[in-house]
């Protein structure tokens, strides 16, 4: 059979055998108790308070090229050179307001706990004090540390109410 009458078939019935689609149920017996929170926050967000998603991006290439990026013209694709000077690497932190869509945002040498409190400190200042502060985040090891747990804790301004997979209710600020 020739490659056009397969391509023929499979367009004829709707095929795509080069899709596949996978999903995992988290096994934790909290799970829905937990989505039911999460997404409560983000369609409902408390009286006076802002609901921020938190997340980064670890180890970004920070390149250059060696020469400008020459514009699109009309008639003409943009050009660029084949090779780049490497910086190094930079680490994002962002957490979205989801009701306003502002985002704040910072960028680190390193990716650590240490790098994560210092973001959460300039959450803090950029967050009016009147407002509680309900912060979602995944499951990252830098979002898990006695010093992190301890700064939720220590904080005040809801952040206990962040979605993180343990109960610290023991630690001294």
């Known amino acids: 059979m ?37 997404v409560g926050l983000y369609l409902n967000p408390p009286d006076a ?20 990026v020459l514009p699109l013209l009309p008639g003409t694709p943009e050009r660029r050179t084949h090779d780049y000077r490497r910086y190094g690497i930079t680490n994002l932190y962002a957490a979205l307001d989801v009701a306003s869509g502002n985002v704040i945002a910072d960028l680190t040498d390193r990716h650590r706990s240490e790098e994560f409190r210092r973001f959460l400190n300039l959450v803090n200042r950029s967050v009016p004090h009147d407002l509680e502060v309900h912060v979602i985040v995944d499951n990252s090891s830098t979002h898990k540390t006695p010093a992190i747990r301890r700064w939720l804790l220590c904080n005040g301004r809801g952040y206990l109410d962040t979605k993180l997979p343990y109960a610290a209710t023991s630690m001294p600020c």
């Open 49 to 68: 308070a802002v609901v921020l998603c938190v997340d980064e991006k670890s180890q970004i290439q920070a390149l250059d090229r060696t020469a400008p």
């Open 2 to 38: 020739s490659q056009s009458a397969v391509s023929k078939i499979w367009r004829a019935f709707g095929l795509k055998p080069h899709l596949a689609e996978s999903f995992k149920l988290s096994p934790d017996p909290q799970f829905i108790d937990k989505v039911r929170d999460i």
